[in-house]
């Protein structure tokens, strides 16, 4: 600590004023978590504390150990050069002094890029080599040639560093200009322990600060691998499908997941239901196609004892038991038309009313639906409710057959392979290069469900620790390889073509099943169109 033109006086304060100072700066910083908002109460309690008019906070880059403006109170008009100002004083600098640290510019304000003056240069450069609090009694004698001492009519200035664990961690630098605020050695010691408490607050701030970014990166990186570790694939279309369902999760919206037979569809549901909000409350599927027309009803909504032959005491329904979680409506477009209006009233208002009685009753489900074929189709044809369409498809999710992701392979292979030597007890350590290409060169028309099985049976018949070309068997249905005969292009537009047919001419539906955009279809589409008009 060291004083220039030392004089007499105090700062105002009594000893027990400034502990109960000291100790209120010091429950306010430590409740400040956000390094922004606490950089700015540190300035405005540096002024507050010393009667102080002016002042400028600096801190050091963590990364490049420059030292920055971060706030200014009351000098953003300071007289000074135009030349960026650099005060070599890091220990670690480039010009290798052995005590010097860089004062450069903040990144995001031109404005406090001239805030520091010759004044501030020099006090800032002193305090930061020597690592100690100093005080200009008589800034124009200590600055005679500053013009911002002159023209600002600066009095006095202190100027303290920030040091935590012996490590610079910026300055706080304040000036005055009147007679009645003159700062004096008592000032000074209490900015030394003030700045001794901001230094460890900031630090602990930028602590918080990088552990909260830091968790949320891990958090963002599991949701990302981890949020549905039973749906295996990394391919770009199965990437876009868990964007969606990340977005679907915290909503009640109704989902309809669409797709061909074997893609998985009941395991989205599923996974949307246990990785929402209704995760702790039932969830139900129903295979509307599997329970004959007659009972699907009585099923669904439950029935009073005597509704019918056979009703011989009250049942709830399945929308009931799942009150307050899912309900997955599998193969929806088999749900019979004379159901379709009480499951719209669900959808709708959630009344339900058994099967035989005259009251309704309320319940909370999200409805969860899924389906192989075109509802809009069926909907033309008259063999579905186009308003209960409208309810299901409020957020489709649609899933590409295994064929369009075909890098999923020997993800699912591996998977399925680890399953089955586990319930089968047999030592198989993986898969021959040769089998695992022809399973790569397979149409897969039943999916993930076909290459469950195909890997099941190759692993009973294995007789080796890898399943070999010969164990894969598939029937000559299943064996029909992708035909390969013309030239890249000829392939692709060929392959293009047969996917359209396949959804009827959704460009949307064909796009997504291709693992491309729909822009990149188009665009296909139409340079195809321009080439046969050329012809």
């Known amino acids: 600590m060291s004083t220039e033109n030392q004089g007499s006086g105090g700062g105002g304060q009594g000893s027990g004023e400034v502990y109960e100072a000291l100790l209120r700066v010091s429950q306010l910083f430590n409740s400040i978590l956000d390094p922004d908002l606490l950089l700015e109460q540190v300035m405005d309690e540096a002024l507050k504390s010393v009667n102080a008019e002016r002042g400028l906070l600096v801190l050091t880059d963590e990364k490049t150990g420059v030292l920055e403006v971060k706030v200014a109170r009351g000098i953003d008009q300071a007289i000074e050069k135009e030349r960026e100002p650099q005060i070599n004083t890091d220990k670690h600098g480039p010009a290798g002094n052995p005590e010097s640290v860089l004062i450069g510019v903040h990144p995001w304000s031109i404005s406090r890029s001239r805030v520091l003056s010759e004044a501030s240069q020099s006090a800032l450069k ?140 009941e395991l989205v549901a599923r996974a949307i239901h246990y990785s929402g909000p209704r995760q702790a409350q039932p969830f139900v599927a129903v295979n509307c196609s599997a329970i004959p027309e007659n009972l699907l009803e009585s099923e669904l909504f439950g029935y009073r004892k005597g509704a019918f032959t056979g009703a011989v005491t009250d049942k709830r329904g399945l929308l009931e038991t799942a009150n307050g979680g899912t309900v997955f409506l599998d193969e929806i477009s088999d749900l019979p038309l004379p159901l379709q209006p009480k499951l719209l009233r669900v959808l709708q208002s959630g009344e339900v009313r058994w099967v035989g009685d005259t009251r309704d009753f309320t319940v909370d489900v999200r409805i969860i639906s899924a389906t192989n074929q075109s509802l809009s189709e069926l909907v033309k044809a008259r063999k579905f409710r186009e308003d209960l369409y409208y309810r299901l498809n409020v957020v489709p999710v649609e899933l590409p057959p295994l064929r369009s992701r075909r890098e999923d392979i020997p993800l699912l292979v591996s998977h399925f392979l680890k399953q089955t030597a586990e319930r089968q007890a047999k030592p198989i350590a993986g898969i021959e290069p040769a089998a695992l290409n022809r399973l790569l060169r397979h149409s897969w028309p039943g999916n993930i469900r076909e290459l469950e099985n195909v890997i099941e049976r190759a692993t009973v018949l294995s007789v080796g620790p890898k399943v070999t070309e010969q164990d894969i068997m598939l029937t000559p249905a299943e064996s029909d390889d992708l035909k390969v005969e013309g030239s890249v292009a000829e392939i692709e537009k060929r392959v293009v073509l047969e996917r359209l047919k396949q959804f009827s001419g959704n460009r949307t539906r064909a796009a997504l099943s291709l693992g491309i955009s729909r822009r990149t279809l188009l665009n296909k589409l139409a340079e195809w169109k321009q080439e046969e008009e050329q012809k």
């Open 126 to 265: 002193e305090v930061l080599s020597r690592r100690e609090g100093k005080i200009y009694l008589d800034a124009r004698s200590a600055f005679p040639a500053a013009q911002s001492i002159i023209i600002g009519q600066v009095r006095s200035i202190a100027c303290v560093p920030l040091v935590c664990k012996g490590r610079l961690v910026g300055a706080i630098y304040v000036d005055s200009r009147t007679d009645k605020n003159v700062f004096h050695d008592d000032a000074l010691r209490f900015l030394e322990a003030f700045a001794g408490i901001a230094a460890l607050a900031i630090e602990n701030a930028r602590l918080y600060q990088t552990l909260a970014s830091e968790s949320s990166q891990l958090r963002a990186a599991m949701r990302e691998w981890r949020q549905f570790p039973e749906i295996i694939g990394r391919s770009p279309a199965m990437q876009a499908v868990y964007e969606l369902m990340n977005r679907v999760i915290p909503s009640d919206a109704p989902v309809l997941i669409l797709g061909e037979t074997g893609t998985g569809k």
